[in-house]
Protein backbone atom coordinates (compact mmCIF):
# COMPACT_ATOMS: atom_id res chain seq x y z
CA UNK A 1 0.00 0.00 0.00
CA UNK A 2 3.06 2.29 1.12
CA UNK A 3 4.39 1.69 -2.33
CA UNK A 4 1.52 2.07 -4.41
CA UNK A 5 0.62 5.91 -2.39
CA UNK A 6 4.52 6.43 -3.35
CA UNK A 7 3.94 6.14 -6.94
CA UNK A 8 1.02 7.86 -7.07
CA UNK A 9 2.88 10.69 -4.84
CA UNK A 10 5.98 10.88 -7.52
CA UNK A 11 3.68 10.52 -10.37
CA UNK A 12 1.64 13.64 -9.54
CA UNK A 13 4.82 15.52 -8.04
CA UNK A 14 6.63 15.18 -11.93
CA UNK A 15 3.74 15.71 -13.71
CA UNK A 16 3.46 18.86 -11.75
CA UNK A 17 6.94 19.77 -12.43
CA UNK A 18 7.05 19.41 -15.99
CA UNK A 19 3.56 21.36 -16.39
CA UNK A 20 5.43 24.42 -14.52
CA UNK A 21 8.16 23.42 -16.54
CA UNK A 22 6.69 24.24 -19.68
CA UNK A 23 7.97 27.70 -21.31
CA UNK A 24 6.02 30.48 -23.57
CA UNK A 25 6.25 28.46 -26.88
CA UNK A 26 5.55 24.84 -25.70
CA UNK A 27 2.37 24.37 -27.03
CA UNK A 28 3.67 25.23 -30.72
CA UNK A 29 6.31 23.71 -30.44
CA UNK A 30 4.18 20.09 -30.10
CA UNK A 31 2.64 21.30 -32.67
CA UNK A 32 5.48 21.79 -35.22
CA UNK A 33 6.31 18.32 -34.26
CA UNK A 34 3.90 16.72 -35.34
CA UNK A 35 3.70 18.94 -38.35
CA UNK A 36 7.52 17.50 -39.12
CA UNK A 37 6.23 13.94 -38.09
CA UNK A 38 3.08 13.89 -40.60
CA UNK A 39 5.40 15.33 -43.44
CA UNK A 40 8.12 13.10 -43.03
CA UNK A 41 5.52 10.09 -42.41
CA UNK A 42 4.12 11.28 -45.51
CA UNK A 43 6.73 11.78 -47.59
CA UNK A 44 8.35 7.90 -46.53
CA UNK A 45 5.04 6.68 -47.73
CA UNK A 46 5.26 7.98 -50.83
CA UNK A 47 8.60 6.57 -51.60
CA UNK A 48 9.25 3.67 -50.43
CA UNK A 49 12.60 3.01 -52.09
CA UNK A 50 13.43 5.59 -49.33
CA UNK A 51 12.96 3.54 -46.48
CA UNK A 52 13.83 0.25 -48.30
CA UNK A 53 17.13 1.39 -48.86
CA UNK A 54 17.82 2.43 -45.29
CA UNK A 55 16.91 -0.62 -44.16
CA UNK A 56 19.11 -2.59 -46.91
CA UNK A 57 21.51 0.02 -45.71
CA UNK A 58 21.49 -1.49 -42.10
CA UNK A 59 22.04 -4.47 -43.34
CA UNK A 60 25.24 -3.62 -45.42
CA UNK A 61 23.29 -4.60 -48.50
CA UNK A 62 22.10 -2.34 -51.69
CA UNK A 63 18.92 -1.53 -51.35
CA UNK A 64 16.07 -3.97 -53.14
CA UNK A 65 15.26 -2.21 -56.70
CA UNK A 66 18.10 0.28 -56.40
CA UNK A 67 18.46 1.07 -59.94
CA UNK A 68 14.76 0.86 -60.78
CA UNK A 69 13.42 2.79 -57.53
CA UNK A 70 16.14 5.43 -57.29
CA UNK A 71 14.50 8.67 -55.58
CA UNK A 72 14.31 11.48 -57.85
CA UNK A 73 15.59 14.98 -56.67
CA UNK A 74 11.52 16.04 -56.47
CA UNK A 75 10.58 13.17 -54.89
CA UNK A 76 12.93 13.71 -51.92
CA UNK A 77 12.68 17.48 -51.60
CA UNK A 78 11.11 17.73 -48.47
CA UNK A 79 13.76 15.66 -47.20
CA UNK A 80 16.65 17.75 -48.15
CA UNK A 81 15.65 20.09 -45.57
CA UNK A 82 15.19 18.26 -42.60
CA UNK A 83 18.55 19.14 -40.71
CA UNK A 84 17.22 22.19 -41.39
CA UNK A 85 14.13 22.02 -40.02
CA UNK A 86 15.36 19.83 -37.19
CA UNK A 87 18.08 22.45 -36.07
CA UNK A 88 15.41 25.02 -35.92
CA UNK A 89 13.26 22.88 -33.79
CA UNK A 90 16.16 22.51 -31.20
CA UNK A 91 16.64 25.95 -31.27
CA UNK A 92 13.12 26.99 -30.31
CA UNK A 93 12.93 24.16 -27.30
CA UNK A 94 16.16 26.02 -26.28
CA UNK A 95 14.44 29.36 -26.53
CA UNK A 96 11.45 28.20 -24.86
CA UNK A 97 13.52 26.54 -21.78
CA UNK A 98 14.91 29.62 -21.34
CA UNK A 99 11.94 31.64 -21.75
CA UNK A 100 12.61 33.85 -24.83
CA UNK A 101 9.18 33.76 -26.74
CA UNK A 102 10.71 36.33 -29.28
CA UNK A 103 13.88 33.97 -30.10
CA UNK A 104 11.21 30.50 -29.84
CA UNK A 105 8.74 32.20 -32.48
CA UNK A 106 11.47 33.22 -34.75
CA UNK A 107 13.13 29.47 -35.11
CA UNK A 108 9.60 27.99 -34.95
CA UNK A 109 8.94 30.24 -37.92
CA UNK A 110 12.47 29.20 -39.67
CA UNK A 111 11.58 25.66 -38.89
CA UNK A 112 8.24 25.96 -40.52
CA UNK A 113 9.82 27.74 -43.92
CA UNK A 114 12.48 25.17 -44.23
CA UNK A 115 9.84 22.30 -43.91
CA UNK A 116 7.47 24.08 -46.37
CA UNK A 117 10.34 24.31 -49.04
Known amino acids: MFTRLS ?3 CSAL ?3 LM ?3 AGPCTAEI ?3 K ?3 DTK ?3 QLAGNPSVTEGVAAALQGQPSPGAKTNTPTAQSVAPLQNIGTVYLALAQAMA ?4 GDKGKCDQAIA ?3 TALNK
Do not use: G, P
Open 40 to 42: VKA
Open 30 to 32: ERL
Open 19 to 21: MAH
Open 34 to 36: SEI
Open 14 to 16: LAS
Open 7 to 9: LVT
Open 110 to 112: DAR
Open 95 to 98: ADTI
